[in-house]
């Protein structure tokens, strides 16, 4: 059953969306795609759209890599509260940045006239607005991925192999020639990952006026109603995508790197002795850019608390409506990621192999192409309960985070091991038991990290929902970007923060409450 709803909900949209675009005047013809790939404009979009997803990935590497290996394997400065706060800027959306630093760095934002002033220039030194702005936003976006599963890979290094090592070569012998060859495929899938969310994110380049696919594919679907154009535009970016997904599956196919708990049994491995400053100071960096820089100029952007009330006296059907939307898609991921995860880790041979590459094909598959996908399968006269209501997008968060979802639990069933299941047997024949007593309670960390990363990336979901979202609805993301064009600054950094503390109340709570209902030694 999990399989068919994955197949309908998921896989059926782009592929739908694909057949769709080979039918003209009713017959089948490549018209579309000869049109559209024969254009002179491809070459420069794919040109942009490959820099821009190359160069975002280099960037992420340099900063989210070092990252890691300061967090777990040095005595840097609050070395414990660092290992949950790199990942507070996937809870800030990249357009939220983008919008805080438009106003910094824009050309009338607040450090270009500063500058402008003060060297007394005819024009701003730089501006934010191109493609090199494009590759620095969404860098400091998306490096925690690359942290997240270095992290995950130094973790899971067998300690006694660089100890060993350590003492012929040293440590930074043991570093270079054991840890980082062994980690290596978790730092190439975190490149890989940001590389996907790079190539297929639309508001960024968008808002910076940066020629991409993603933007090219919006346009000629939103502004000149070409279905098939559209769908022939984001075929180089599928078929760019696919094999780095394949590349995922090759290298992480039983890897585990969701890790979002403090606990590590390594001691501090290097004192970093008078370069402790220095490093700290890179750390602080990081987080200034890509986390209180932004969230700083949207608090004093919105201006006092009447921003705030008029905010939320206005918008808060949409606040709400989103929260809603997004609780309820992270739950439906739960279920839907649980059970195909789970038939993934007990199947064997090719169909593991089939199940677990079609497990992460949403990931190959832009947010504006799957709104198109969406809207090619549903809107139909016997379907316009599903296009015509909030499910469509309940459907869209669902296709473009599953993947998550599944990964995460996927990495906890990893290490249940099948006898316990089969002890299990021992105590009752039912398979719900089984799974309520035991599985469940034991893939618990896996589950609570793909809901909170389900909700926070629904909630702030843009792309996709700007396609699909029904007439007379709208999410928060929607309103904000709709009021941006209207010019009403103050409401719209209001409106940002708000989205902030929508995003981290709910997994601010779990992770609370978890941490109260646990034991007082687990604590400690």
Known sequence: MAVLVFAVVILLPTAWMFANSLIVDKSISFQNYTHVLSDARQLRL??????????????????????????????????RPLQYLYLVPLIIPPYMSTIAWIDLLGNRGTISLFLVN?????????TIYGLAGCIAILALSYFPFVTLL???????????????????????GALRSITVPLISPHILTGAIFVFIFALSNYEVPDLLRVNAYPVEIFVLFS??????????????????????????????????????????SYPVVVNLGKWK???????????????VL??????????????????????????????????????????????????????????????????????????????????????????????????????????????FVTRAIGSSLRQIHLDLEEAGLLCSNSWSQRMSKIVVPLAEPGILAGWCLAY????????????????????????????MHYGASQIVAALCMVLVVVSLVPITFLFGLKYLTRPRSARD
């Open 223 to 264: 502004a000149f109603y070409r279905e098939g154009a559209a769908t022939a535009a984001s075929l180089p970016l599928i078929l760019v995508t696919i094999p780095a997904i394949l590349l995922i599956r090759h290298y992480m196919g039983s890897r585990s790197y969701v890790t979002l708990s403090s606990a590590s």
């Open 118 to 126: 003060t060297l007394s220039l005819d024009h701003p030194l730089f």
């Open 150 to 172: 270095a992290l995950s890979g130094l973790r899971s290094v067998d300690r006694r192999l660089e100890e060993a090592a350590s003492l012929s070569h040293g440590e930074l």
């Open 294 to 403: 932004p969230i700083t100029d949207l608090v004093i952007r919105s201006g006092s608390v009447v921003s705030y009330a008029t905010a939320l006296r206005t918008a808060h059907r949409q606040i709400l409506t989103g929260i809603a939307l997004a609780a309820i898609a992270a739950t439906a991921m739960i279920v839907l990621g649980f059970s195909i995860s789970y038939f993934i880790e007990r199947s064997k041979g090719r169909t593991r192999g089939l199940m677990e590459t079609l497990s992460l094909l949403p990931f190959a598959v832009p947010a504006t192409v799957l709104g198109i996908g969406l809207i090619s399968v549903w809107n139909t006269p016997m379907t316009q309960f599903v296009y015509g209501s909030s499910l469509i997008v309940l459907f869209g968060y669902t296709a473009r985070f599953i993947p």
């Open 456 to 483: 926070a990336f629904s909630v702030g979901e843009l792309g996709t929902t700007l396609l699909v979202i029904p007439p007379g609805e709208a999410t928060l993301p929607i309103r904000i970007y709709t009021l």
């Open 277 to 291: 400053k220095l490093a700290f100071g890179f750390v602080v960096l990081v987080f200034l850019l890509s986390a």
């Open 46 to 79: 794919l040109y942009n759209t490959l820099l821009l997803g190359l160069g975002t990935t280099l960037v992420a590497l340099v900063i989210g890599v070092p990252l890691a290996f300061l967090i777990d394997r040095t005595n840097i400065y609050l070395r």
